[in-house]
């Protein structure tokens, strides 16, 4: 486990510590990191921890989670299944323990490529077609980098508003489509779920 990572002093009888649930390595737990975890809850709790940060839950071109594409796919995480991390939050919820979700909506990866090969086809992770974007809401000035290689995703959306994320296309965060369907998204892991807040990753890319 990590050290704490924040800690504010006691004020009125309120305090706040907040730790960490995993590191680099945690998607390689045998087992899963979720199922872990778990194991260490009352040991947690007696420390006085009141938040604990978990990873990003969903799908993941990368095992850690931090290149993400299914959105609502959550049994695709390497740190464990959508049960399983529901599990997890209801039995910190019931050690006095809330939860914090690492978010990733800055940059997202493809679930496909388009009629001209590049990488631009988004796929959400249901039945329906929440989350199922296309060049649409891509940054029209996105350039996504491989090694040696510079490819342009074909985005036609507006010019990114925040500092450029190399690894995968740049999300348009002035679509209105993009911001109702992330906000659908992130209510739906707080009232299925269970979240009870958020970090948010590479936030200055917004």
Known sequence: MSPLLHHHPPNND??????????WESSKKK????????KSIP?????????VWLPPPSHSASSEG??????????????GTQDELKTLIKEFHSNGIQCVA??????????????????NIFEGGTPDDRLDWDHSCICIDDITKSGD??????????PDTGADFNGAPDIDHLNTRVQRELSDWMNWLKTEIGFDGWRFDFARGY
């Open 149 to 158: 290689t510079t490819t342009n995703s074909g985005g036609t959306g507006n």
């Open 43 to 51: 040991e947690i709790a007696a420390s006085g921890i009141t938040h």
């Open 14 to 23: 309120s305090f706040t510590n907040i730790v960490s649930g995993f590191n």
């Open 66 to 79: 931090y290149l993400p594409g299914r959105l609502y796919d959550l049994d695709a995480s390497q740190y």
């Open 102 to 119: 690492d978010i990733v909506i800055n940059h997202r990866t493809a679930e496909r490529q388009d009629s001209d090969g590049r990488w």
């Open 31 to 38: 087992g899963g990191k979720y199922n872990f975890l778990i």
